[in-house]
């Protein structure tokens, strides 16, 4: 059960990470763009259309209760770089690791 929430929230980030890549309308693209995960490989094994040859997709790890992916119509011609932290009352800012957990090109 809790495996396909967390399916279901990993393909729903990645549909709105493509979508919003694509300039597109979040309510009359999600029904029609589709993914297909291979999570066991760390592979984002089909992309949508129109050229998923040229694109590039990723899930990263996120803290516990969120969800996080990267898309791009082109593929970056270095490794994408992200930094997250977690800002504490203090002021205090705490670096949290940010793993690649799957990618359309790894």
Do not use: N
């Amino acid at each position: 059960r809790d495996s396909q929430r967390l399916m279901f929230y990993d393909l729903w980030t990645l549909k709105e990470a493509w979508v919003k890549a694509a300039g597109g309308a979040l309510g009359r693209e999600l029904e029609s763009t589709g993914f297909r995960l291979d999570l066991p490989a760390g592979r984002i094994a089909e992309l949508p259309a129109p050229d998923p040859h040229a694109a590039f997709c990723c899930l990263l790890q996120a803290p516990p209760g969120y969800a996080l992916a990267l898309c791009a119509l082109s593929p970056p011609l270095t490794p994408p770089s992200m930094h997250l932290y977690r800002l504490h009352a203090s002021g205090e800012k705490q670096s949290l690791p940010l793993l690649l957990r799957a990618g359309s090109h790894c």
